[in-house]
């Protein structure tokens, strides 16, 4: 099975020196996924925060084998010109999978 481990940013640039932070989930809030306004899974999708290198990350999974493993961030926020979705991703094949 493929592993996902995520965090996510999303910033809107009006160049790359000026940023300004409109939500970010560094998943350090704790284990509780409810705790991640807008934060939702795919139904064949698992999803949970656990310890990596020292902090915390998502770390979502597919239940059965698929090309998608889906997530989706739903939440209120204002249109703005260059906005930016930022993430550190690492991808992981379970040994014998």
Known sequence: MLRVFVGL?????????????????????????????????GKDTEAAVVERDGGHCLQVRNQKPS?????????PMSMQKNLLLSFDHREEIEQGK
């Open 9 to 41: 940013m999303l910033l809107v640039a009006a160049s790359m020196a000026s940023a300004e932070v409109l939500f970010e989930y560094g998943f350090e809030q704790g284990p509780e996924l409810k705790t991640y306004e807008g934060l939702s899974f």
């Open 67 to 75: 090309a998608y493993c889906q997530t989706s961030i739903k939440r």
